[in-house]
């Protein structure tokens, strides 16, 4: 099942071509990164996966078992080999004791003519089959070479894709953000031509005031005069 991890596909960052991060950059990037996430509500990042079925431990009381003795702290008891045994009963005059060990032995017995046959088995077969089990690894390690030697490539070509796809950006990137950088210096200088233009303006204003008024006052004491 493919898991998608959500924003990837949104990654703007350009590691062949980015500059090294300087000192005390790192750390401020990180600041940021958690004062980010602070405030947003982190997605169920597992929702797009089947849902957790819950495990029933009442149908294996050994695993309950199991966890108690875990719990308590107690050893795990030692395997019980007995039955691997072929010895004569403790009380030689029980018939009973008797019986279960005879049937052991015939047990025991059946057991290691079954290892003695395997055995036979082995040696008359188990070099062929040691051969075409090896010559299966063989073919299984040729593919699987194969197959390693062919993602290498594509991961090789991805890579001088992504390279080559950068370093054209960077290029024009370099160029975006000269040309952004002289129209933010020539909106600087047109916005402080255009100040010092309505500097000149207010100034004309105030002239003129200051004019019309003399020619008011000029006006008046002519009338006076007359």
């Not at 924003?7 to 401020?28: A, C, K, T």
């Not at 194969?146 to 070509?157: G, N, T, V, Y």
């Not at 129209?183 to 047109?190: D, P, Q, T």
Request: charged content about 30%.
């Amino acid at each position: 099942m493919k898991v998608v991890i959500e924003g990837s596909e949104n990654i703007d960052s350009l590691p062949y071509v980015d500059p090294p991060i300087e000192n005390g950059e790192q750390e401020l990037i990180n600041n940021m990164i958690k004062e980010e996430m602070s405030k947003f509500t982190p997605p169920d990042y597992l929702a797009q996966l089947p849902s957790y079925t819950d495990f029933d431990y009442d149908n294996f009381h050994f695993l309950n078992n199991e966890f108690d003795r875990l719990k308590a702290g107690k050893q795990m008891e030692a395997f019980d080999i007995s039955r691997y045994k072929a010895s004569a009963p403790a009380k030689q005059s029980d018939a009973e004791q008797w019986r279960v060990s005879i049937d052991n032995a015939k047990s025991q017995l059946e057991h290691q003519d079954l290892r003695k046959i395997n055995l036979e088995l082995l040696s008359k077969y188990g070099a062929n089959s040691w051969k075409l089990y090896l010559s299966d690894l063989e073919i299984v390690q040729k593919t699987l070479k194969r197959q390693l030697e062919h993602q290498q490539l594509q991961i090789q070509e991805i890579n001088v894709k992504r390279k080559l796809e950068q370093e054209s950006t960077i290029e024009r990137i370099n160029q975006n953000q000269k040309k952004w950088l002289e129209l933010v210096n020539k909106n600087r200088e047109i916005e402080f031509a255009c100040l010092q233009f309505e500097n000149e303006i207010e100034k004309l204003k105030e002239q003129q005031h200051q004019s019309m008024a003399i020619d008011v006052d000029n006006q008046q004491q002519q009338q006076q005069q007359q």
